[in-house]
Structure formats: C-alpha cells, structure tokens
C-alpha cells in the first residue's frame, strides 16, 4: 500500500470548509471594500463644501506628517541600529534591547506628555521665560513640527528592530574585502550594509508611516489636523456618516498607496546575501569620545523617547494617589474592567477565527484558498478609523432594515441591536487584528510536519479533531502569543473604541484621551501607566523570542 505524502489527499475536507473560508474571509474585507467603493458614488456637495474648507488643510498636514515621520524614523531608527550592529561601545548591551522600549507608550500619550511639558504654559518655557526673559523665543510645540517628532520616538523602534535585523543578517567577508580595498566604515554603510538592508529599513518607514497615517488624537493635541482627525470632525460636527465614509476612502487610499509603493521600491532594487554560519559585520571598538558620543547618543534618545514619558507619568501618578478619593478609584476600576472585558473578548475571538482559516486553509488542499486565506491581513495596513467607519455603514443599514421589519411584522421597533454595540465593536478589532493572529498562528503551523496530519487524517479524523486535537498542542505557543500580542493593542486602541463603543462604555484608552483633550493631565497618570505597563509585554515576548532565535542561531 503506497501512501500519498499529500496529507489533503487522504481524505480532503468537506465542502463546507471553503464555505467557512470563504465567509469570514469576505466578513474581515467588507469594510475595506465598502469604504473604498463609496469613493466610486461621490456626493458632489460634500466634496465641493470639504475642498472649500478643511480638505486642503487635511491633505497638506497628511502629506507633512508622513514626510517628516518617515525621514525621522529612518534617521533614527537605521543609525541606532547601525551603532548596535556595528560597533563596541559602553552601554552597548543594555541598549541593544532598552531601545525598543518606546514601542509601549502609545503616540497618544507620548503627545500628551510632550505637550503638558514644553507648551507655552509647561515647566520648561517656564523655565525658560524665568532665566532668559519674558521675549526669550522657544518653538511652539503645539504645531506640526511637534506632532512629529513625538511620532518619530514613538515609532522608530519598527524602523530600528527591522533595520537591526536587516544588518545582523549581512555577511562580515564583504565589509572585510571593502576594508581591504582601502574603504572607511562610512563608506561600507552607505555602498553595502545600506542598499542589503534596504527592503527591512523600507519595511520598517512603511510601518511607521501607516502608524502615523492612523492616529488622531496626537494630531489634534497639537492643533495638527490630518485625514484621519477629519473623519472623526466630519462625522461628529457634520454628522454625515456618508461624508465621513467618502473622507475615510481618501485615507484608505492613502494606505494602499503607501503599500504599493514600499512593495515596488523592493521589487525594484534586489540585493541579495547569504551569510549562513558565516561572521556578521565585523564589531569595532570605539574609545574616548567616540565612545562617549555613541553612548550619549543612545542614552538621550531612550530617555526622550522612554525616561522622560515615564517619569513624568509616576510624578503625576504619585500625586493622584495623594488625593485619590474612593469614587475616582471606582472610575478607574471600572475603565479597567471594560478594559480587560474588551481585550480579553477580542484576543480570544480573533485567535479562535485565525485557527480556524489558517487551518482550513491547508487542509483544504487549494492552493487558491491559502492565497485567499492571507486577505485577513488587510485590516491591519487600514487605519482603525476606516475600518469603523466601514463597519458602522453595514451595522446601521441592518439596524435600519431590521426595525422596518419588526414595525410591520409586530408594530414595534427594537431601536439599535448592532451599531454601537459590543458586537459591532468587535467585529472592528477582529477586522483590525487578525492579522497578527493569523500571521502568529501560520507561521507555528509551518513548522508541523505533513505526515503528522497525514497520520491523524488516515486514522479517520475529521477537520475539526485535527485542529484541535492535533495541531492546536503543537503551536499552543504561537497561538498564546498572538492572544498576548492581540489582548495589547485593543488595550492601546483608540479610533476604533472612540467610534464604536456602546453609549457610556469607555476604557483606559477613551479616559486618557478625554482627560488629555482637557488639559487634566493628573488625571490621566495612573490609566495612562496601566496601558504603558501592559504594552511591555509584547516587547518581553519580542526580546525572549529574539534571544531564543540568537542562541539556536550560535547553536
């Protein structure tokens, strides 16, 4: 008896399955092609009143905001992770990993931090007014060029960890042989290590640009409005979801742009490496006050970008504990539990739905439906507030819908069931999220060999005693990690819960926000410190995995 080494070929999958694929897989892309499609049927007043007004304003800060993102992080970001890879230094070893650290403080409370400080009534213009005088000049932070630069240390770790590992993978014999040919390290960085790493720093801007492209709150902390921002005042000051919807189709445009062109700059320019077991970039040891000027460098990036934030985040908390009264501390626990409730609902749905199309995918055997399986991963590259806009369109027309049925089936009507509603919002996160389950849960089910499948489908199990009897033991840990990774960033979610959460239902993340747009900056210390402390958690996972990968690789 000759067994196929095919394990879909055993016994292949009911039909339902492509089914099941196929419909959550057209659930995650709706919204996207729905804002995008309104783009298609443009209402001809609405366009003319926005061009007339604050359209011009919106694209032009857009367009600032992700030149001036894009060249800070890569500036930063590639010329940290140059200083670690190639070259000793004091410090070197705890900045390796200490840099990475601004991941957890989201740009919303970076902004607000940066404002309270350096605005025209903070501590250091102050301080500055008090030493040089009352027409002593200092830039006003509340303005573009504040907005981005918090943005850029709030993001350049994507550029810094991509960059680091595009360097780390280069191989030493080509420096060796420029070095031998008479060429400075500089000009090695620029003519080999820059153009091999080239598509990880790309990557690396691309991310940190679609960030940027994304947020709101930060924007208008600094009077900075951008697309994103507009859709929020269009919706609420105009209260025209269709308008709103149009605007949002602009930024998802915006997004796909973005995409495109980081793919064909890639494709463009093709470096390849092989660095096998050979030596990376050879290591050189700096002195005197090249030393110290590397170690200052680092240092004061990661205090900007880290200390300070955190510093000024526990004098604020200690200062809220000394007057905290019971009431305040039942607020607080309660955006805590809504909070949690909401991360731990999210984390858990978007990790089962990300098994399921992952697994069904390969054991469907097509080769189309595991390259329709990856659409999941579109939300993530669509900013939150597209995606809520994209949601709430569909939700509000069932609403709509549903209450003209009941009025004349029964004489009544059940008011809004969806939009709103716990259900709506996560539909939102599993539409924003599922790419980093999805990628977290395939990339552990690469490692499962075919004949262990192939043992469990000729012994007669079905599809679903395979997943969970089977390849669910063996990638536990990948699918942990993308709950962990999940359950942060809807800790850290703030469009998509502004826009669609239940009437009176705020988090964490809502408070700070509210609290900041008030100058009540006390107020925001311990909610604020909550979700900083939680987003350190991807950043162990991060590092453990980075360490673990290191010891195998010298292993």
Known sequence: MVVSPNPNQSKRPSRLLPLVLYVTIALVVLPVVIVASSLLTPSTVVWRHLAQTILPMLLGNTALLLLGVSAGTLVIGTGLAWLITAFDFPGRRQFRWMLVLPMAIPAYVMGFIYMALFDFAGPFHTFVRSTWGQDAYF???????????????????????????????????????????????????????LPLARPSIAAGVALAAMESLADFATVRYFNFPTVADGILRVWHGMMDLGAASELAGLLALFSLFLLLIEHRNRGRMKYYQSRGKLPGIPVVRLGGWTAALATLCCALTLFAAFGLPLLQLLVW??????????????TYWRLAVNSLTLASLAGGLVVLLALIVA????LSGRRTLQNLSRLVTIGYAIPGAVIAVGILLPLAFLDHSLNIMTSELWGFAPGLLFTGSLVGLMYAYIVRFMAIAYSSVD??????????????????????????????????????????LVFVDVMKELPITVMMRPMGYDTLAVWVWQMAAESLWTSTALPALIIVLVGLVPIKI??????????????
């Open 139 to 193: 830039p006003q932070i509340r303005s573009g060029w504040g907005a981005i630069l918090v943005m850029t240390l709030t993001l350049y770790p994507y550029v810094y960890l991509l960059a680091k590992a595009g360097f780390e993978e280069q191989a030493g014999s080509n420096f060796e042989a420029a070095k031998a040919l008479g060429s400075s390290k500089l000009r090695a960085f620029f003519t080999i290590a």
């Open 317 to 330: 908390a200690v200062r809220e504990l000394a007057i905290l009264t019971p009431a305040v501390m039942a």
């Open 359 to 362: 697994s069904l995918s390969r």
């Open 443 to 484: 990339a552990s089910m690469e490692k499962i060999t075919p004949n262990t499948v192939l043992a469990a489908r000729a012994l007669g199990a079905n599809a679903r005693r395979v997943l969970f009897d089977v390849q669910l033991p063996l990638i536990m840990p990948g699918v942990l990690a993308g709950a962990v």
């Open 542 to 555: 991060l590092l453990e995995a980075s360490s673990a990968g290191d010891k195998k690789h010298i292993g």
